[in-house]
């Protein structure tokens, strides 16, 4: 149980265009979801936090023009990188839980900006 | 804010040897996680700590929990190469179930 979808695991684009990745809780609702990113060698970074229905909350420093966060229903939340750049190269992983229940982590996302 | 300290960063372990690794964090929480890493993949749970004097054991891997010290260690027992990976020690924020990461141990194991 509290399995945590994330899609694609690995994506290469080109320098200005937009990039979605997508999260869905599969046999579980979630009450919120959360998105983070990890460069090379280094800890998780969160960068927001989603609930359903709402507008994300997003970490400081965070451009939230720049990773803009869709939360529609209970099983689904995007990250959609606009614009993207090299320096938008990372991996990004997202996690869902509910309540104060353990989180539950998905697989990761390669971004690979050319 | 919450801050949590894990030290050592970087372990490199002879097989057959215990070993231990510490998580200290800086405000009250009575819920902590420890995950493991492997290269290029996502954070693997090992252990959920929900109170004060938990411990709880898998394997070779041992994991307790004072939330009186803002204190958690991880113990490896005979260490073997396959237990290669970071760990990642995790506490919840009160009130708003956001997780504050440690910086993560990278574990070698050496014959």
């Known amino acids: 149980g509290a399995v945590v979808s994330q899609h694609p695991s690995w994506v290469i684009c080109k320098s200005g265009t937009s990039v979605k990745i997508e999260c869905r809780s599969l046999?579980?609702?979630?009450?919120?979801m959360f998105w983070y990113r990890q460069f090379p060698k280094q800890s998780l970074m969160l960068m927001a936090t989603?609930?359903?229905?709402?507008?994300?909350?997003?970490e400081q420093g965070v451009e939230k023009d720049k990773f803009l966060i869709n939360h529609a229903s209970l099983t689904l939340s995007t990250l959609t990188v606009t614009s993207a750049h090299p320096e938008d190269s990372s991996f990004y992983i997202c996690?869902?839980?509910?309540?104060?229940?353990?989180?539950?982590f998905g697989a990761g996302t390669r971004l690979s900006v050319l | 804010e919450l801050k949590v300290e894990q030290n050592p960063l970087f372990l490199s372990m002879q097989e057959g040897k215990n070993y231990t690794i510490y998580c200290n964090y800086s405000?009250?929480?009575?819920?902590l996680y420890w995950y493991r890493q492997d290269p290029g993949k996502s954070l693997e749970s090992l252990f959920v700590?929900?109170?004060?004097?938990a411990v709880k054991q898998e394997g070779r891997l041992m994991a307790s929990l004072d939330t009186k010290a803002r204190l958690s260690t991880l113990h490896i027992t005979a260490a073997v190469h396959d237990l290669s990976a970071t760990y990642f020690c995790?506490?919840?924020?009160?009130?708003?179930?956001?997780?504050?990461f440690g910086a993560g141990t990278t574990v070698t194991v050496r014959a």
């Open positions: 405000t009250t929480s009575d819920r």
């Open positions: 700590l929900l109170s004060n004097g």
């Open positions: 996690s869902a839980r509910v309540g104060p229940r353990p989180p539950s």
């Open positions: 989603s609930n359903e229905g709402s507008k994300a909350t997003y």
């Open positions: 046999d579980f609702q979630a009450t919120t």
């Open positions: 995790a506490v919840d924020t009160p009130n708003d179930y956001k997780l504050s």
